[in-house]
C-alpha cells in the first residue's frame, strides 16, 4: 500500500470506528429511553387532542355533586369548600380531567367502589383551557366511584362566577355561572350534558339570608356567629344552573294555584316593590305548566333582586336572580314601561324553568334556542296572557323584529346557529341578531303550523327530553309531527343557518278578475349592495283591501330566485300587501303604484298597527340602502303616518327619525338639521295634540308610554312649546319638595332630558343632585341618561366624569351610560371615542376578554361616525389593539360607519331641497 494510500485508509477505518461508537452509544440511549419517549410523546398527544376543542372527555360521567361552601369569610372576599362527586368511569384512564379556574384544590382523594382503599391524587392546571388534570399513581378502571376534592378561592367583582355586590355599604355574595363560570366557585364538569344531583350546604354569617336552587332542609347554628344550611337535593341538572346568594334581603311571598311558595328577595326595606313580580309570577307559574303540560318541577321558586348584576336577568333553577330595574317595582315611582319590562323578563326567566332548566341543549351551539328563541318568543305570549292589556304582540314588531334586522343586514353578520368551541364564545353571539332573530324565526314558526300545533310540539319535546339534553333539530322534528309538515326543518334552516334575510321585489300585472304577481328574492344588504348567493324558503300570506285583517293569499317561495303567483279573484283596485302582521323576516319593494295604493289603508287605519309599521319600516330600508330616496320615506310619513295612534307603529318610526337626526350631526349644509327637526315636529303635532301632558284617568298603558316617547321627541328637537312646559315642571320640582310637586314618573325621561338638552352647570348639578338622592335604581338610570344629554361640551365633558366615577355609578351602568353620551350627537360621540381610546387598557381590564360589554364598546361608539377620516381612525385602532373577539364588532362598525356616510352622500341635496320647499 503506497504511503499516501495507507494514511487515507488508517484515517477512514478510524472515522468508521468512531462512527460506530457513536452508533452502538446512540442505541444503547435510544433502547433505554425509548419507552420513555413514547410514552411521554403519546401523552403530549392525548393531552394536546383533548384541548383543542376545549371539551371534557365523555370517559368520565359525574351523577352526584356534595357541595359545601364556607363563606363565613366573606368580608375578606375568600371562600372555601369540598366537593365530592359520585361519577361513574366508563373505561380506563389514568387522570381525572375537569374545569376548575381560578380555585386552588388542596385535597384529593378518589375512592373507587370496587376497592375499598383511597387514592391520594394531585393537580395539574391547564389554565388556557380551565381545565384541571387530577392525576393518581394508578390507573382508574370502569366502574363507579367518590372524587373528594378540598378548594378554596376569591370571591371577585367581576360579576361572574361567585362575586360579591354591594348594596348601601353592606356585601353581599352571589353566583352567575351561565356559560361557564360554575367551575370558578367549584371544580366541576362544567358542561351543559353532563347534568347531575346537586346536594348543596352553605355555611354563613347568621345575619344573612342564605339561598340556593333547592329549599332549607336543615339550618344549624354552628356557634361562630355563622349557621349551616343543608339544601334539598336538587333535580339532576346542569352545572350552569347552580346558585347561591347569601347577603341582606326582605321578601314577601304566595303560593301559586298549583301550591308552589314564590317568593320575592328585595333589598332590606324595600319589600313591597316586589308585589308587582310577585302577583306576575304568580299568574304566570301555572299559565307555563298547563301551557307546557308539565308541572314545575321544584316545590319553591324564588327571585331575587342582585344589586350587582352583568346580564338583566338569569334562571338558576328555583332561584332566579335579576338585575333591580328588571324585578322591582315602584308603586308610586315605577314607569309604565319598567313594570312592562319586568313583566316580560319575569316570563322570559320561568319560561327557561322547563325550556332550558327541565330540557336543555346538548352544547352551547344550540344555545340560541333557548336563549333567543325560545324564551324571547314565550314570554310575549305569557305577558300577553296575564297582561292583555298592554298588547305586547304588537309591540314585539317594533322592538323585536325591527332591532334583529339592521345588524343582520349588515355583511358581517352571522347565523343565529354557529358552531361554539368555548362557552364564553358565546358572548360573541349573544347579541340582537341572536335574541331578536331566533324569537322572530319561532313567531314565523308558530303562526305558519298555528297555535295548537306548535304548542302539542313542544309539550311533546319537552316530555320526550325531561331531564336530559337535546339539539333543535329534535324540536323541529316534533313540531313536524304535530303540524304534519315533514319540510318545516328545510325552511327554517334557511333562517338559523345562514345570515341575513331576503329583499323581495314585488310586480304585478292585473289580468281580468286575477292578477299576476312577480316576485324577486335577494338578500338584503344595509349598504345597498347586491349578494344573490343566498335564497331562503318563505311562507308569505297577503291581505287585501277587502281582506285588510286576513290572510286572503298564501304564497311559498321555495327557494328560487323569481316566482310568479296568480292570485284568483281579485278586483283591479284591490290593493295588496305581503308579510301580513309583519311576521315574515324579509323587506319587500313594492313599485310606487303597489305603495301608493296601500296608503289609505295606513292613514284610515284599515291596515292593522303591525302591517302599518311594516310599510313604513321597509321603505326606510330601502331609503337608507339606497335603493329608493329618502324623501320618498320622508313624504311617505308625512302624508300616511300623521294620524298615527299606535305606540308600536310610532316607536320604530321615531327610532329611525333619530337616527337620521344623528347622521344629520355630519350633513354639510349647515340648515339641513334646523329644516329636519322642524319637519319633525310638525309631524308629531297631532299625536302631541291628542295626548298632550295630562294623562287620562282611564287610559291605555300604550298611550302612557307613547306620550313619554313623543315629549321626548319633541323636547329634544326643540319643540318651543314642550320646552316651556318641562322647565316650568322642573323648576317647581327644586321650589317645594313635597309630593304633589313630584312629576309623574311616565313624563319624567322627557322632563329631565328637555332640560338637560339645552341645559346650563345650574341644571347639570340639579340632575347629579337628584341621582345622588334617588331611591331606586330605575330612578338613577333615568337621571343618568340625562346627564349624558347636554349639548354644551364642558357639561358633556363632566358628565363622562361622573359615569367613570365607580363610587357613584355601578360596573354594570358604565356602559349604558357612556353609550348615551355617544349617540347624544356628534360632539358626545367624539368625546367617547377619544376616551375609549385613551384607556382602552382599563376598559378591556375592566370588562374582561370575554365579556360582551365589550364587545358593545365597539359596535355602539365608534358605530355612530359618519365619515371616511373616522372609518381609518377606528381601522388604525384596531391595529393597534389587535383582539380576536372583537374582529367581527369592528367590521360592524366600520360598515355602519360606511352606510350613514353613504346615507348623507346619497341623499342629503334631495332631502335639504324636500325640507327646504
Ligand atoms: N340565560 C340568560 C342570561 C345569559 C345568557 C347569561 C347567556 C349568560 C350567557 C337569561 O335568560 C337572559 O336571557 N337574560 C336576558 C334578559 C332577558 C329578559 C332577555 C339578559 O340578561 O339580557
Ligand atoms: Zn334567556
Known amino acids: 500500500m503506497k504511503k499516501l494510500e495507507r494514511k487515507v485508509f488508517d484515517e477512514v477505518y478510524c472515522r468508521i470506528r468512531i462512527l460506530v461508537f ?57 371562600f372555601q369548600g369540598t366537593v365530592d362527586i359520585d361519577i361513574q368511569i366508563k373505561e380506563i384512564v389514568n387522570e381525572i380531567i375537569l374545569n376548575s379556574v381560578k380555585l386552588n384544590i388542596t385535597k384529593i382523594e378518589f375512592q373507587h367502589d370496587d376497592f375499598n382503599f383511597t387514592l391520594n391524587g394531585s393537580v395539574t392546571y391547564y389554565k388556557d383551557y380551565e381545565q384541571a388534570i387530577i392525576e393518581f399513581n394508578q390507573q382508574l378502571n370502569p366502574g363507579n366511584g367518590r372524587l373528594y376534592l378540598s378548594f378554596n378561592g376569591k370571591i371577585n367583582d367581576q360579576l361572574n362566577g361567585f362575586y360579591r355586590t354591594k348594596a348601601h355599604n353592606r356585601i353581599g355574595v352571589c353566583t352567575q355561572f351561565e356559560p361557564g363560570y360554575a367551575r370558578q366557585a367549584f371544580p366541576c364538569f362544567d358542561e351543559p350534558s353532563f347534568k347531575a344531583n346537586f346536594t348543596i350546604t352553605i355555611r354563613a354569617p347568621k345575619y344573612l339570608t342564605t339561598l340556593s336552587n333547592m329549599p332549607v332542609k336543615l339550618k344549624y347554628d354552628d356557634g361562630n356567629d355563622t349557621c349551616i344550611y343543608e339544601f334539598d337535593t336538587t333535580p339532576v341538572m346542569s352545572t350552569y344552573l347552580v346558585a347561591y346568594v347569601i347577603g341582606h334581603y326582605d321578601y314577601i311571598e304566595t303560593r301559586d294555584s298549583n301550591g308552589v311558595l314564590i317568593r320575592v328577595y328585595t333589598p332590606t326595606g324595600r319589600k313591597e316593590q316586589g308585589v308587582f313580580a310577585l302577583k306576575t309570577a304568580a299568574k304566570m307559574l301555572p299559565f307555563f305548566a298547563e301551557y307546557f303540560g308539565i308541572k314545575y318541577p321544584l316545590s319553591k321558586l324564588d327571585m331575587i333582586a342582585i344589586a350587582d348584576f352583568g346580564s338583566g336577568a338569569m334562571e338558576n333553577w328555583g332561584l332566579v336572580t335579576y338585575r333591580e330595574t328588571y324585578l322591582l317595582v315602584d308603586a308610586h315611582t315605577s314607569t309604565q314601561k319598567t313594570k312592562q319590562d319586568v313583566a ?101 314558526i308558530h303562526a305558519y303550523i298555528g297555535g295548537e300545533a306548535f304548542r302539542r310540539g313542544l309539550a311533546n319535546y319537552l316530555a320526550e327530553y325531561a331531564y336530559k339534553n337535546t339539539v333543535t333539530e329534535n324540536l323541529w322534528s316534533h313540531l313536524s309531527k304535530t303540524s304534519n309538515r315533514s319540510h318545516l326543518s328545510d325552511i327554517l334552516s334557511t333562517w338559523t343557518k345562514q345570515m341575513g334575510f331576503p329583499l323581495l321585489t314585488v310586480k304585478q300585472k292585473q289580468q281580468g278578475n286575477n292578477r299576476l304577481i312577480t316576485i324577486e328574492q335577494i338578500r338584503f344588504l344595509a349598504d345597498g ?19 285588510p285583517n286576513e290572510s286572503f293569499y ?110 344629520f350631526d355630519y350633513a354639510h349644509f349647515n340648515n339641513t338639521k334646523k329644516l329636519y327637526r322642524s319637519y319633525v315636529c310638525d309631524l308629531l303635532s297631532n299625536i302631541y295634540n291628542k295626548l298632550t301632558w295630562y294623562p287620562l284617568s282611564n287610559e291605555s298603558s300604550q298611550a302612557i308610554m307613547l306620550r313619554s316617547l313623543i315629549l321626548i321627541q319633541l323636547g329634544v328637537n326643540g319643540d318651543n312649546k314642550i320646552y316651556d312646559e318641562a322647565h316650568r315642571r322642573f323648576k317647581k320640582l327644586f321650589i317645594s319638595n313635597n309630593q304633589e310637586n313630584l312629576i309623574d314618573p311616565n313624563i319624567r325621561p322627557a322632563v329631565y332630558l328637555t332640560v338637560a338638552k339645552t341645559g346650563n352647570q345650574q341644571i347639570f348639578d340639579q340632575l347629579k343632585s337628584l341621582y345622588l338622592k334617588a331611591e331606586t335604581q330605575e330612578e338613577r338610570l333615568i337621571l343618568l341618561n340625562s346627564l349624558c344629554h347636554f349639548d354644551d361640551e364642558s357639561l358633556q365633558n363632566q358628565a363622562l366624569k361622573f359615569i367613570w366615577n365607580t363610587t357613584v355609578v355601578r360596573k354594570q351602568d358604565h356602559l349604558t351610560a357612556f353609550s348615551s353620551l355617544a349617540s347624544h350627537n356628534r360632539r358626545g360621540c367624539e368625546i367617547c371615542w377619544t376616551y375609549m381610546q385613551e384607556n382602552w387598557n382599563k376598559i378591556e381590564r375592566t370588562y374582561g376578554q ?68
Open 22 to 78: 457513536f452508533i452502538v452509544c446512540s442505541l444503547v440511549i435510544a433502547i433505554a429511553v425509548l419507552p420513555f419517549l413514547v410514552y411521554n410523546l403519546t401523552r403530549s398527544i392525548t393531552k394536546i387532542s383533548n384541548k383543542s376543542v376545549h371539551r371534557l372527555p365523555t370517559t368520565i360521567i359525574p351523577s352526584h355533586y356534595r357541595l359545601y361552601i364556607d363563606t363565613s369569610q366573606l368580608e375578606q372576599y375568600i
Open 344 to 444: 316580560l323578563v319575569v316570563a322570559h326567566e320561568l319560561a327557561h324553568q322547563w325550556f332550558g332548566n327541565l330540557v336543555t341543549m346538548k352544547w352551547w351551539n344550540d344555545l340560541w334556542l333557548n336563549e333567543d328563541n325560545f324564551a324571547s318568543w314565550i314570554e310575549f305570549l305569557a305577558v300577553d296572557y296575564v297582561y292583555p292589556e298592554y298588547d305586547v304582540w304588537t309591540q314585539f314588531v317594533s322592538d323585536t323584529l325591527a332591532t334583529c334586522m339592521i345588524p343582520d343586514a349588515l355583511h358581517n353578520s352571522h347565523p343565529i346557529e354557529m358552531p361554539i368551541q368555548r362557552p364564553t364564545e358565546i358572548d360573541e353571539i349573544f347579541d340582537d341578531i341572536t335574541y331578536g332573530k331566533g324569537s322572530s324565526v319561532i313567531r314565523l
Open 529 to 547: 349592495t347586491k349578494d344573490d348567493s343566498l335564497r331562503w324558503k318563505i311562507p308569505i300570506n297577503i291581505c287585501t283591501k277587502s281582506h
Open 554 to 663: 298564501q304564497l311559498y317561495l321555495n327557494g328560487t330566485k323569481e316566482q310568479e303567483f296568480l292570485l284568483e279573484n281579485i278586483s283591479e283596485t284591490d290593493w295588496i300587501k305581503l308579510n301580513l302582521f309583519s311576521v315574515g323576516i324579509y323587506r319587500v319593494h313594492y313599485p310606487q303604484s303597489m305603495l301608493e295604493a296601500l296608503t289609505p289603508g295606513i292613514d284610515d287605519r284599515t291596515l292593522s298597527p303591525q302591517d302599518r309599521f311594516n310599510i313604513q319600516a321597509d321603505v326606510y330600508a330601502l331609503a337608507r340602502a339606497g335603493h329608493i330616496g329618502y324623501v320618498d320615506y320622508l313624504k311617505l310619513l308625512r302624508y300616511a303616518y300623521k294620524q298615527e295612534e299606535n305606540l308600536t307603529v310610532w316607536k320604530s318610526i321615531l327610532r329611525q327619525l333619530t337616527e337620521l337626526s344623528s347622521i
Open 850 to 917: 370575554h365579556d360582551s360589554h365589550l364587545i358593545h364598546f365597539i359596535e355602539s361608539i365608534p358605530a355612530l361616525f359618519a365619515s371616511l377620516e373616522r372609518s381609518d381612525e377606528v381601522r388604525k385602532f384596531y391595529i393597534n389593539h389587535p383582539n380576536p373577539l372583537l374582529d367581527r364588532p369592528i367590521k360592524k362598525a366600520l360598515e355602519q360607519i360606511n352606510i350613514r356616510r353613504l346615507v348623507l352622500e346619497r341623499h342629503e341635496h334631495s332631502i335639504n331641497q324636500f325640507l327646504s320647499g
